[in-house]
C-alpha cells in the first residue's frame, strides 16, 4: 500500500499538475485524456513490479490497461457532472476528478497485478512457487 501511495501520488501529482495547466488552454476532456494517456503508460509498466513487486503476464497488464480505460471513463463522467452541470471552478474540477479516480485505480491495480492475484486458493502462487518464494 505504501508503494502505491508513494508511486501513485507521484504519477497523480505530476499527472495533476499537467492537468490543471492543459485545462487552462483545452476544453477539460481533451487535458484529462493527454495526460491519462501518459499516467497509463507509467501504470502498466511500473505498477506490478515497482508497487506490488510482482512479475505480471502480458494478460494481466492488458486487463490493467482495460480497468484504467473504464476509470478513464468514469473520469470524463466526473469532469462533466463538475463541469457543465455544477459548473465547478476548474481546480474542483481537477480535485474531483483525481479523488475519485484515484481510489479506483489503486483496486484495479491490487485485483488485477497485486502479488494476491497470483495466489491460488492452497496459497501457492500461480507460477508454481510458495508464498515464501
Not at 99 to 104: E, F, G, M, R
Amino acid at each position: 500500500m505504501l508503494r502505491f501511495l508513494l508511486l501513485g501520488s507521484a504519477n497523480t501529482l505530476a499527472t495533476g499538475a499537467v492537468f490543471y495547466g492543459l485545462a487552462a488552454a483545452l476544453p477539460a476532456p481533451a487535458a484529462f485524456t493527454i495526460v491519462y494517456a501518459a499516467g497509463l503508460a507509467v501504470v502498466v509498466f511500473a505498477t506490478p513490479r515497482y508497487v506490488f513487486g510482482s512479475r505480471s503476464s502480458w494478460s494481466r497488464r492488458s486487463l490493467l490497461a482495460l480497468w484504467y480505460f473504464a476509470t478513464y471513463g468514469v473520469g470524463i463522467g466526473v469532469i462533466s457532472l463538475l463541469s457543465s452541470i455544477a459548473s465547478a471552478p476548474r481546480v474542483a474540477v481537477v480535485l474531483g476528478t483525481v479523488c475519485v479516480t484515484a481510489p479506483l485505480s489503486f483496486l484495479g491495480a491490487r485485483l488485477l497485478v497485486g502479488t494476491d492475484a497470483y495466489r491460488s486458493v492452497d496459497g501457492a502462487s500461480a507460477d508454481g512457487s510458495t508464498p515464501s518464494g
